[in-house]
């Protein structure tokens, strides 16, 4: 902290300027008090970049971002003016050293602390997704030590997840030593990459040094690709944690809930709320909060902060940097990055700065270098569970209003100067986790970054003719208006469609006219799969351990099962019979009677309804922390497991019953049909469901089979290259049709009716396709035209005739036939 000096502002908006806290490439920022005497941060752009028309474009995006996330363990955005003659930006002061600053002069914390650390940052990662975005560059700078918990700021250059970029596209952005393998290879970077950087601050936090490490900033991002982590000093449980975390491949990740959950099975409130930081840090913040008070009596006088360590040396480039963490820590508001860094992207109407949820996650080239391309990208869904309340009693339920049933949501308004407090973005629906697809398992290329250091590959994609539908989509027989809808397919039941909308709703719409809901019950988690029909109820999860029983007639409440303090759920699965359902969820251990840590953060359970009993499936573990997609029959749960195997167990004793090896990576989605299962990847497989053995298989010509459906004999599989669909007999093998398409979402499943199959196009702007299925022509196009990021639609297909297509806060109803 220094003194304000003679080029520094006194007021910034309504707000007096008493010191300054940082300053970088981009601005500087200030300790200032509110008239209400509050205690703020002021980020304000540098004088000789207010000219500078992109440069105002940049900051405003950047003013939406921050303001967009919420959350305990962030700084929330209190007030802006980007507009101001010296734009500016007001969050909460945090009196606190950064992550860096505290290891560098205290060093390593214990493992007690990182443990509330990670699931403080993972709970900030949920708030960042549930905004829609990415935060891009967390590191021990970017991350505060508080009194009550860890807080991450700097969202300098985060980005939209659906590729609302806030930097020049083209260049490599971060910190190399914290830096996940897709963006050091320049491939499209999703939610999953927040979570790598995790793994590695954690590390950092636990051992004083980053996971990876080399003298040349080449030599730093090949063994943040290719390189095992350096986890020496760490730990248990925090080596498995981490690790789970810092996967290479993206798909393979721990989710932050589950992150959150294995760190703080309790609940990260209960472990802050009693001094989580060691002695010497507690009061390296009281010193901080003590000398920020002094400043309201003596203002503009330089306040000295315990030293955070040595001199910095210079990184590779002969810039300074701080012991460990790789870069110059020049404060903990600070923005660290050169000018010439940043690019904007000018809005072709009023130069005014497009949302995150306008913009398109294929418009943008994400690669770092020359020759790199980002190609097929894959949707995982993240179940974070939230919970509204207590239920209430069908009811009739709210049908927000728009212009048409094509119409567009509003969005969200600027911020204005002086605003009288913190205004966040309304709920948005939790991001699914968007990875890369190699579509080909062919050519590779070299990608240069100083002595043409080989980092990543070169998907080459054979050119498919554009395709046009045969004839236009059908009308709409209604549209429903509605919250925002989770990402799970319509479940229907008796000429009704059941569908999921935040902040916890299920909603009953009648296939005639859905219009309005017969019904809506509150409460329910925001697991984002669709209900499950079993036991004479349509089942949901609840808060905690709880499994609700919905009546599908009236929508009232028939049942709440509690399984108690030792077990979270957060992701249903599916039925196994009228009686069982499986859930995932965590598992507790409890070695006192204090609250211990979770056995596992990916445990499936087998509920038996019935007779109020949850037992465990016993998932191996290196399937820990994958994504569990099972296909469950009849007393079999059948899933791609984590060793390149598709694996059956008995859902009675949790035995394995086979194991079928497959030597490549597989696809999450399978499929059963006529006790036979279908696996995708590299390949298409038929297996005996009762004996694992092949009964045939299909090669694609080009590469990848992606997603698949089935229905009546036929099995559908979308392949990569060219884009299109197959249809094969579910019996021999043999390939009926292929039906090309413009590119496609090959992360949804291939929804299969009586007269139709539908697929998603890859920009959700652009809808989805529909497809004769006897003939495999491409029959029509539908689309409302909306861009919503990484919200997806959704597609079920009632034997009835109509197709259930979901978007964003919509649902349609429409004829197939």
Excluded at 102 to 120: D, K, N, Q, R, T
Excluded at 518 to 536: C, H, M, N, R, Y
Excluded at 671 to 687: K, P, S
């Amino acid at each position: 902290m220094e003194p304000l000096g003679s080029d520094d502002p006194e007021e910034l908006g309504p707000y007096r300027l008493v010191a300054r806290l940082g300053a970088g490439g981009m601005g500087r920022v200030y300790l200032a008090r509110s008239p209400e005497g509050r205690t703020l941060a002021v980020k304000a752009v540098r004088p000789e970049l207010m000219g500078d028309r992109n440069f105002r474009i940049r900051f405003r995006r950047e003013v939406v971002a921050a303001g967009a996330v919420g959350g305990r363990f962030t700084a929330p955005v209190v007030d802006a003016d980007p507009e101001a003659a010296i734009p500016w930006l007001a969050t909460d002061y945090i009196a606190g050293p950064t992550l860096a600053e505290a290891v560098a002069a205290y060093g390593p914390l214990p493992v007690e602390s990182v443990l509330v650390l990670g699931a403080g940052i993972a709970e900030a990662l949920i708030s960042v997704q549930a905004a829609g975005l990415v935060h891009r560059d967390l590191k021990p700078s970017n991350v505060l030590l508080s009194a009550n918990g860890p807080r991450v700021i700097d969202f300098g250059i985060v980005r939209a997840s659906d590729g609302y970029d806030l930097t020049r596209s083209g260049a490599l952005f971060g910190s190399f030593e914290y830096m996940c393998p897709e963006q050091a290879t320049g491939e499209p970077l999703g939610p999953e990459g927040d979570v790598f950087s995790l793994g590695s601050v954690l590390t950092f936090a636990a051992t004083g040094h980053a996971p990876f490490s080399g003298s040349a900033a080449a030599t730093l991002l090949y063994q943040v690709v290719h390189s095992a982590p350096d986890l020496t000093g760490v730990p248990e449980p925090l080596d498995k944690i981490i690790n789970l975390c810092l996967t290479k491949d993206p798909r393979l990740r721990i989710t932050p809930d589950k992150l959150a959950a294995a760190c703080a099975p309790g609940g990260v409130e209960q472990l802050t709320a009693d001094r989580w930081l060691p002695a010497s840090v507690a009061s390296s913040i009281r010193f901080r909060a003590a000398a920020v008070r002094s400043l309201g009596a003596t203002p503009n006088r330089p306040v000295a902060f315990p030293s955070a360590g040595p001199a910095p040396e210079a990184d590779v480039f002969g810039r300074d940097r701080a012991p460990h963490t790789g870069e110059r820590d020049r404060g903990p508001y600070a923005h660290s990055r050169d000018p010439a860094a940043y690019d904007f992207e000018q809005d072709p109407t009023a130069g005014a700065a497009k949302t995150p949820s306008t913009y398109d996650s294929a418009s943008r080239d994400h690669s770092a270098y020359p020759g790199q391309v980002g190609q097929v990208g894959q949707v995982e869904q993240i179940g974070y569970s939230g919970y509204s309340g207590r239920r209430a009693e069908g009811s009739a339920g709210t049908q927000q209003p728009g212009s048409g049933p094509f119409s567009r949501p509003e969005d969200p308004a600027p911020y204005r100067a002086g605003s009288p407090g913190h205004r966040r973005a309304g709920t948005r629906p939790g991001p699914s986790r968007r990875t890369v697809l190699a579509v080909s398992a062919g050519s590779t290329a070299t990608a240069a970054i100083g002595a043409a250091l080989v980092l990543g590959r070169r998907k080459n994609q054979t050119a498919v003719r554009s395709t046009e539908p045969l004839g236009p989509a059908p009308k709409p027989l209604w549209t429903y208006r509605s919250g925002p809808l989770l990402q799970a397919p319509a479940v229907f039941n008796d000429g009704t469609a059941l569908v999921k909308t935040r902040p916890g709703d299920m909603v009953c719409l009648d296939l005639k006219d859905g219009t309005q809901p017969k019904w809506v019950f509150e409460g329910i988690s925001q697991s984002p799969t669709p209900a499950i029909l079993a036991f004479d109820a349509a089942i949901a999860l609840g808060e905690g351990s709880t499994v609700i029983g919905v009546d599908p007639a009236d929508g009232t409440e028939r049942f709440t099962i509690d399984f108690g303090p030792d077990f979270r759920f957060n992701t249903l699965l599916g039925g196994d019979n009228d009686r069982t359902i499986s859930v995932i969820g965590v598992r507790l251990q409890r070695e006192s009677a204090e609250q211990g840590v979770a056995t596992s953060t990916d445990t499936v359970f087998s509920v038996d309804l019935a007779a109020r009993r949850t037992e465990v499936i016993p998932i191996s573990p290196e399937d820990v922390g994958i994504r569990i997609a099972p296909v469950i029959h009849t007393g079999v749960f059948v899933y791609a497991d984590g060793l390149r195997n598709v694996t059956a167990r008995d859902t009675a004793n949790s035995g394995v019953l086979w194991r079928h090896p497959v030597g490549y990576d597989l696809r999450p989605g399978l499929a059963v049909l006529d006790r036979t299962v279908f696996a995708i990847g590299q390949e298409l497989e038929a297996l005996g469901l009762a004996d694992g053995k092949l009964r045939w298989r299909v090669k694609p010509e080009r590469g990848q089979f992606a997603s698949l459906g089935v229905y009546g004999n036929t099995v559908y599989v979308t392949g990569t290259n060219p884009a299109g669909v197959y249809a094969f007999n579910a019996a021999t093998g043999s390939r009926r049709w292929f039906c090309p398409t413009p590119r496609l979402n090959v992360d949804q499943p291939v929804t299969a009716g009586p007269e139709g199959v539908y697929v998603p196009a890859y920009k959700n702007k652009n809808g989805f396709y529909a497809i004769d299925s006897s003939k495999g022509t491409l029959l029509w196009n539908f689309t409302d035209g909306l861009e919503t990021g990484l919200n997806d639609w959704q597609l079920a297909c009632d034997r009835s005739g109509v197709l259930v297509a979901q978007h964003y806060d919509r649902a349609y109803g429409l004829p197939t036939a």
